[in-house]
């Protein structure tokens, strides 16, 4: 235990089976971190369990009672778990992963890393900790809405509310239906920021060109290509991001040269995380899977989008166009950190049997109480899909606003999860 202003802090550790239906076999261990606000009645508040979003990323490490954390701790005794293979939940890395052993033996692993093992690990937890008869609250930020709207699907009993932030997914829809939705978005979102920093354009397109000589590196030894500079465009779904992106490309070159500043360098491989959480780049399209294979969906569907083409912009003299929440299976050749990874990755991609995610009949029938912000502007989860999968469960009216973007819950913690917790009654 310890304390940060404003906040008492506990650690929680759990021994729980890599396979559920395998309790006998390998295990892992899940961590999770409470925190609570001082005041009367602190240590019999009702649970509230943080659900992040990835996959593959833990949960916030605040510093003190502001945003989110310290307005649900006031309320709740918030468990921000760090989902299995993050954080400090045997974390995965790629060494770690290699040391699995071949590449049929890590893909068989992975699979045990989605919403429903995560689902599994909460309600293992629920057991361990508060007992098989108390309920608890969940909040699912992005992916973390995936698993509660799994924990509905599959858990409700063990629930007294959820709670969903940008993160209610398609019932039934492929990947490619995600992504036929998401380029537009981001191409709008692209489109947005060049009115809003009008010069941006023709300094974006030097960079471009510049990095299409083929002669730069990161930092980290790895080159840096034109599409790799388009990944950055990731931070267009927040509310900071367009800025964000401004103010990167303003102090792209040494002054009075051609070259590429160390600034520049380190803000774009400081704004790729997928060296230190190689789960989201292995996992991401997997989130999505029931049935059918990926097979490298959002690689398939950037052909039919052709503004996202880097090379053939700089041909035609435009600018390209930055590119969203989207893996590509170039990316794991490229990030020098992923390259082991690649087998392991195609592997997944072609998987083609993936259990069902979401069970339809029973959320229609749902009578856990349930609250959802839905972003309508948001460019990762197309809120029409959100919107479908809000009318089909039981006892859900979604607040949708284009007030926020991905970001609401971390832009505007106690206005936003204020609004649910009201709404959940």
Known sequence: MFKLPGLRVTDHRFQLPLDHAAPGGESIEVFAREFVAAGPGAETRPWLV?????????SPRPTGKDGWIGFAAERYRVLALDQRGTGLSTPHTTPSILALGDTATQVAHLRHYRADSIVRDCEAIRRQLVGEETRWTVLGQSFGG?????????APEGLAGAMITGGLPGLGNHA?????????????????????FPALGDLMARVFRRAAR??????????????????????????????????????AFVPGTDELSIVFLRGVENLQAFDTNPFYAVLHESCYAQGPATNWSAERLRAEHHGFDAIAAL????????????????MLEEWGALAPLKPAADGLAAVNDWPALYDEAQLSKNEVPVAAIVYHDDMFVPADLSLETASRIQGLDPWVTNEFEHDGLRADGPRVLGGLIERLG
Not at 184 to 192: C, W
Request: charged content about 20%; aromatic content about 12%; hydrophobic content about 35%.
């Open 146 to 154: 995936f698993c509660v709207t799994h924990y509905l699907s599959t």
């Open 214 to 251: 083929g002669d730069v590196q990161l930092p980290c030894g790895d080159p840096l290509s034109p599409r790799r500079i388009q990944t950055i465009g990731a931070q267009l779904g927040f509310s900071y991001g367009a800025a964000q992106i401004h103010y990167l490309f303003e102090r």
């Open 315 to 330: 041909e035609d003299g435009r600018t390209p166009l930055l590119t969203g929440e989207m893996i590509f299976p170039w």
């Open 176 to 196: 490619d239906e995600v992504y036929r939705r998401t380029f537009p978005r981001t191409a709008e979102k692209n489109a947005a920021m060049h009115r809003d």
């Open 50 to 58: 943080f659900l992040q979003g990835g996959p593959g990323f833990e």
